[in-house]
């Protein structure tokens, strides 16, 4: 039972560079997000899913795109990488009813 | 806008002492309202939630106070140890169970505790 796991932990961009992070839970769970933290912001929501198939929106969508194609993966995709990107991408997943987000240990990016 | 505001931004406290981390939020629509503790390195792991049905919550050494009316609530960290030296978040989220507002968690800015030995 690995929980969360997020690939890869750290990574450089170039501007204007596509990248993928990855996200994978193994709990069976139907509820997970993607947040990006910087300092002194907190973590901010990006995106949202409620099951396979099933997206939405953040307080901070811009320039990232997600899918959910299996309850277990959620990917989260940087379009065209900008230096306001450059942040701790974390993906969380939780069971329905359990009101508890497991977090990933982070994924660190800096586009340069 | 920050609809979960937290303060303060860091805490030094004593090895024994008291830590307090106060959250105010705004939307009224939010009914769960969970702490997290992070530590260097690593993800935000759940420490204690609570319900706005009840004023406080107990666990262990840390305990959630909340004041619905004035719309804060705040963690206290008793007999503090050198080991609680993270970062805490608070967060709010609407209770929607099976619906598609649930989990979306608003956190605070987060609170930097550093205690000493």
């Known amino acids: 039972n690995a929980g969360v796991t997020q690939t890869p932990k750290f990574q450089v961009l170039k501007t204007g560079q596509s990248m993928t992070l990855q996200c994978a839970q193994d709990?069976?769970?139907?509820?997970m997000s993607w947040y990006r933290q910087d300092p002194g912001m907190g973590l901010r929501l990006i995106h949202y899913?409620?099951?396979?198939?099933?997206?939405d929106q953040g307080e901070v969508p811009n320039g990232y795109n997600v899918s959910r194609s299996t309850t277990e993966d959620f990917p989260l995709r940087l379009l065209s990488a900008a230096p306001s990107q450059t942040s701790v991408y974390f993906c969380?997943?939780?069971?329905?009813?359990?009101?508890?987000?497991?977090f990933g240990s982070g994924t660190r990016l800096t586009v340069v | 806008q920050q609809q979960v505001k937290q303060s303060p931004q860091s805490l030094i406290v004593q090895k024994g002492g008291i830590s307090i981390i106060n959250c105010a939020y705004e939307?009224?629509?939010?009914?769960?309202f969970p702490w997290y503790q992070q530590f260097p390195g690593k993800g935000p792991a759940l420490l204690i939630a609570?319900?706005?049905?009840?004023s406080e919550k107990k666990e262990g050494r840390f305990t959630i106070s909340f004041n619905k009316s004035a719309k804060q609530f705040s963690l206290h960290i008793m007999d503090s140890q050198p080991g609680d030296s993270a970062t805490y978040f608070c967060?709010?989220?609407?209770?929607?169970?099976?619906?598609?507002?649930?989990?979306?968690?608003?956190f605070g800015q987060g609170t930097i505790l550093t205690v000493h030995p």
């Open positions: 969380a997943s939780s069971y329905g009813t359990s009101w508890s987000y497991t």
């Open positions: 709990m069976n769970h139907e509820y």
């Open positions: 899913s409620v099951g396979a198939g099933i997206t």
């Open positions: 939307n009224t629509a939010f009914d769960y």
């Open positions: 609570i319900r706005p049905d009840v």
């Open positions: 967060a709010a989220s609407p209770l929607e169970l099976g619906g598609t507002s649930y989990g979306k968690l608003t």
